[in-house]
């Protein structure tokens, strides 16, 4: 058994995941503004449709004004979903069936990448071994800084070089699988 598994034995409720995203926050809450009353869920697909421990949603906005690609001034809006699950095989059977539909009703296959991904929003996962973090926004609010300074935070708090799967989705593709991709051929559970 990895130290992965049994890391996530030790950790049923997830309460290292409640302690990791309240730090991430209180970094966070200096230069943007937590929101979690009254908000529409975002389309990651069929993933909400799985069974889960509990879940996690909030947008976090910037405080500061930005000019958005359409050349408007706006603050930048980062809508945050952190999925836990009791048990690895838990996660992985939730994994399995969202990527039959994943973002926008779409399949993909475990490792392979997409290059051009119809209608897809900026987007990081992260998967570990009970917990899947999903950060998105949408493409107005897309620079190529951003969203790798993004991912660099993301992975900081939330992930582990050896064990976390990361996907990476930008505006209309590509989708890639950056840091420790399954096999593709490999048809198990991962």
Excluded at 8 to 18: C, H, M, Q, Y
């Amino acid at each position: 058994m990895s130290s992965a598994q049994e890391e996530a034995k030790k950790d049923p409720e997830g309460k290292e995941l409640r302690q990791d995203i309240d730090s991430f926050l209180g970094d966070q809450l200096e230069s943007h503004e937590k929101k979690s009353l009254n908000l529409r869920m975002r389309d990651i697909g069929s993933l909400e449709n799985e069974p889960y421990a509990w879940k996690e949603f909030f947008r976090l906005e910037t405080k500061d004004e930005y000019e958005n690609t359409l050349g408007y001034t706006t603050e930048r809006e980062y809508y945050f979903l952190f999925y836990h699950y009791e048990t690895v095989v838990d996660r992985q059977y939730a994994l399995k069936y969202w990527l039959e539909s994943f973002i926008e009703g779409e399949s993909i296959r475990p490792g392979r990448g997409k290059r051009t991904y119809d209608y897809a929003k900026p987007t990081i996962i992260l998967i570990n071994p009970t917990n899947i973090i999903i950060m998105n926004y949408d493409c107005k609010y897309y620079d190529d800084y951003d969203f790798e300074d993004w991912r660099d935070r993301m992975i900081k708090y939330f992930g582990d070089k050896d064990s976390t799967i990361v996907i990476e989705l930008k505006c209309d593709g590509p989708l890639e699988w950056t840091l420790n991709a399954p096999d593709p051929k490999n048809r198990e559970l991962f």
